[in-house]
């Protein structure tokens, strides 16, 4: 069993950064494959971004590629997602998922999910 709790959400101006954080419980944190997704109002969760257990190797949807980085501290349990260049059209709330195995890129493919954090970019 694994609980999420992701932090560092808030409201910043187009072209701003913000590094959201995903906390994770239990000691088998680097056993499992992390994601991101986002949810806009009124829109279904999609992709943004995946890392498997080893940090080595990661995965992001073309809208967030050479803005977003995905990054993981096993150590710490927590996986962070470094994004820059904001843009209005990444508002939406943001939420880590955890699953065994390999990163995927769907949300039916992780069993484990955060309460989700918001992202607010202003034009």
């Known amino acids: 069993q694994v609980q999420l709790v992701e932090s560092g959400g808030g409201l910043v101006q187009a072209g701003g950064s913000l590094r959201l954080s995903c906390a994770a419980s239990?000691?088998?944190?680097?056993?499992?494959?992390m994601g991101w997704f986002r949810q806009a109002p009124g829109k279904k969760r999609d992709f943004v971004a995946a890392?498997?257990?080893?940090?080595?190797?990661?995965y992001y949807a073309d809208s967030v590629k050479g803005r977003f980085t995905i990054s993981r501290n096993n150590a710490k349990n927590t996986v962070y997602l470094q994004m820059n260049s904001l843009k209005p059209e990444d508002t939406a709330v943001y939420y880590c998922?955890?699953?065994?195995?390999?990163?995927?890129?769907?949300?039916?493919?992780?069993?484990?999910w955060g309460q989700g954090t918001q992202v607010t970019v202003s034009s």
């Open positions: 998922a955890a699953r065994s195995g390999a990163p995927a890129t769907t949300t039916s493919d992780y069993n484990y």
């Open positions: 239990g000691r088998t944190f680097n056993s499992y494959a």
């Open positions: 890392i498997n257990w080893s940090g080595h190797n990661t």
